[in-house]
């Protein structure tokens, strides 16, 4: 059975810093591009960041670019979201998902087999 695990989510102010991590077991990991998404309450489930299954590539929204970095260790099998300079417009469930050999860059929701429960960030204005 795949699980998902995401962790280090909370309450930051704006300007501030947070690392998340996502668990995975049940799944070659290193198979798996993984990714981040997130959800703000009335919106819809929103795109931020994936990663290739060896670690060596990744891709941003243009939201993120610059102040989020997404790693992963294939031998812990967790992947990681560093966020940095963080905004209230950052607030938002933030979900990890497993995507098994995508074509391309997976950036929609349905691209991704697995999903992770959430893990509540809240950025302080």
């Known amino acids: 059975q795949v699980q998902l695990v995401e962790s280090g989510g909370g309450l930051v102010q704006a300007g501030g810093s947070l690392r998340l991590s996502c668990a995975a077991s049940?799944?070659?990991?290193?198979?798996?591009?993984m990714g981040w998404f997130r959800q703000a309450p009335g919106k819809e489930r929103e795109f931020v960041t994936t990663?290739?299954?060896?670690?060596?590539?990744?891709y941003y929204a243009d939201s993120v670019k610059g102040r989020f970095t997404i790693s992963r260790d294939n031998a812990k099998n967790t992947v990681y979201l560093q966020m940095n300079s963080l905004k209230p417009e950052d607030t938002a469930v933030y979900y990890c998902a497993a995507a098994h050999t995508p074509i391309g860059w997976p950036t929609t929701p349905r691209e991704y087999f697995y999903w992770g429960q959430g893990t509540q960030v809240t950025v302080a204005s």
């Open positions: 049940g799944l070659t990991f290193s198979s798996y591009a």
């Open positions: 990663i290739s299954g060896s670690g060596g590539n990744a």
